[in-house]
């Protein structure tokens, strides 16, 4: 009798393998697709984080990846500026869901200790999955409220880290779709995570950097017009004081001849400093540009010795000179080298006391002459010494700070000092042992001696030509006008637009000196206001200002004015300037 049962050993028969072989074989393909497809999506995502630095863009690239092709919808939260999180992302498929999602999510707040959401992964920082079915209504009202409304079923998520910093949350859900997310898809999705939180996390910086550019260019705006306002109000009473010089010189040329040549000569050094004030940019850029001619540094040490005499006279103690008798010939920039040594003798000074000693000496080194500061101060300590030469390197200072300042000294002359060809160095034996700062320049010939200059003498047969000078500064304006009328010329002066157009009409002037920075109505809007006129067509128009940037020079030409002279402006240069403009007109 034969067996109702089948036999449990032996050989499967022929089509019952078959057909085992080939169900093995589509799963391995199914498996080989999904494998591929999730590949795919990799190297897709890849591409479109790497496309963007916006955080907005990033955030929508990563869920156009996860939806619909792996879950039902993508929610993004990440930290604030403050630390707190919020919901930046709520991503469906229909554009109108994700609206409503977004809106409801952050107005509902899920409980922090609610298993799976945000909050919990920002704490633990681990993964969940499950089915909102193990959250109920007493537990976490706000979650039933939002899973309820748009049918969700279950969830992956995952908290989003990069640089081992937990930066937000990420949770792909899966709802209508019914689909649940395998082993391989939750792998997947982690990946992505990893991918999603580098690239939010540099959108971040990015948007940070930009920010940062942002405030340092309003910064810079800002230091700029500040100069340049700055520059102008330094820049109007020097005007006077040299126009003042010249009449003296041209009047009384006899009478307080050293005493002026003092005062000239501080103005052209005020002058240049207001220059490299509103130069800063360019100087700290390294793009000082030096007026180069045969210099005596004799010369140079008695400039220097002049421009700090104040600080000299103040602290009691005198310099010793140690000059050669020969010229000692450098090429390079007089007023940049007096910088130089003018530094030097102001280290020397805040840090010596009133009864030590200053020496300045000059000597030939070869083919290099060197300038050479020594003090007997309080030195300077051996760990700071090859620092000194830095910005913003200062030794320590007494409490009422008399030695104080912002540490730029040293470093402009080391600056100046390259730009020259040369090289500086300094050494002391220690503090309270004083210190040598020495200075060494390449040697130039002996400049030939030149014939005097012939003093300008004021124009013979010169027709007076009629100028109108408008300055609301009285006493810039009154003493150009008398400078000019000096020179030949016939002036008036007006101190704002409406009386130097009622001055246009009445006195027909043929060339106006006018200021910029006037009250009310600037110099920009009366020289259009004046080329609008008839009388003013063929006027020469001339700026002459506090205001000497690239963009105000720029400006005075689109406004009209034929020439741009930034006060205080030489003499000789004014002159010119006028004979110029008058014999073209």
């Not at 030097?344 to 030939?364: E, I, Y």
């Amino acid at each position: 009798m034969e067996s109702a049962f089948p036999p449990t050993g032996g050989t499967p028969p022929p089509q019952d393998e078959r057909h085992l072989l080939a169900e093995k074989a589509r799963l391995l393909a199914e498996e080989a697709a999904a494998a591929r497809r999730r590949m795919e999506m990799l190297v897709s995502a890849g591409d479109s984080l790497a496309r963007s630095l916006d955080p907005d863009e990033t955030l929508q690239a990563i869920a156009r990846t996860l939806v619909p092709g792996v879950a039902d919808w993508c929610r993004i939260d990440l930290l604030d500026e403050a630390g707190v999180l919020q919901r930046k992302l709520a991503y469906h498929s229909d554009p109108e869901r994700s609206r409503v999602a977004l809106e409801m999510a952050r107005r509902l707040h899920a409980q922090p200790e609610t298993l799976g959401g945000m909050a919990w992964l920002m704490r633990t920082g681990q993964t969940h999955h499950g089915d909102f079915s193990q959250i109920g209504e007493p537990t976490d009202p706000a979650t039933t409220e939002y899973t309820r409304t748009f049918g969700m079923r279950s969830y992956f998520a995952l908290p989003l880290i990069a640089r081992g910093r937990t930066i937000g949350a990420m949770a792909v859900l899966q709802a209508e779709s019914g689909r649940v997310l395998s082993h391989d898809d939750r792998a997947l999705v982690l990946e992505l995570s990893r991918r999603a939180a580098v690239a939010l996390d540099n959108a971040r910086l990015f948007a940070e950097a930009e920010a940062a550019r942002r405030q340092a260019e309003k910064a810079n705006r800002i230091k700029d017009e500040f100069l340049a306002v700055l520059g102008h109000e330094l820049r109007n009473p020097l005007a006077p004081i040299g126009t003042a010089l010249e009449l003296m010189a041209r009047r009384v040329p006899d009478v307080a001849v050293q005493e002026r040549a003092v005062i000239g000569r501080q103005v052209r050094h005020l002058t240049r400093l207001i220059d490299d004030l509103l130069d800063v940019s360019r100087i700290t850029q390294g793009k000082v540009q030096l007026r180069r001619e045969p210099v005596e540094l004799q010369a140079v040490a008695a400039n220097a010795i002049e421009l700090t005499r104040p600080l000299y006279g103040k602290h009691r103690h005198p310099v010793a000179l140690e000059l050669p008798t020969e010229p000692a010939m450098v090429q390079g920039d007089f007023i940049r080298l007096s910088q130089v040594l003018g530094n030097l003798l102001v280290n020397s000074a805040k840090f010596t006391p009133a009864d030590g000693r200053v020496t300045l000496g000059v000597r030939a080194v070869g083919a290099e002459y060197e300038l050479r500061v020594t003090d007997t101060g309080c030195g300077i300590a051996p760990e700071l010494l090859p620092r000194v030469f830095e910005l913003f390197v200062q030794g320590r200072q007494a409490s009422n700070r008399e030695a104080g300042g912002l540490g730029l000294g040293l470093p402009i002359v080391r600056s100046l000092v390259e730009l020259h060809g040369g090289t500086v160095q300094a050494a002391s034996e220690g503090e309270g042992r004083g210190a040598t700062f020495s200075v060494r320049l390449p040697a130039a010939a002996p400049a030939p001696a030149s014939e005097p200059e012939p003093t300008t003498a004021a124009p013979q047969g010169r027709t007076a030509a009629r100028i109108l000078v408008v300055d609301d500064n009285r006493d810039a304006a009154l003493t150009l006008a008398e400078l000019l009328e000096v020179e030949g010329y016939e002036t008036r002066t007006a101190a704002d637009a409406p009386s130097a157009l009622r001055e246009l009409e009445s006195f027909r002037p043929r060339l106006a000196l006018l200021d910029i920075g006037l009250p009310q109505v600037d110099g920009y809007e009366l020289a259009g206001m004046i080329r609008a006129r008839p009388e003013g067509q063929d006027l020469k128009l001339v700026a002459l200002t506090g205001y000497g940037q690239d963009q105000d020079r720029e400006r005075a030409q689109g406004a009209g004015f034929d020439e741009h002279l930034v006060k205080p402006v030489p003499i000789d240069q004014l002159l010119e300037t006028l004979e110029r403009l008058l014999g073209d007109a």
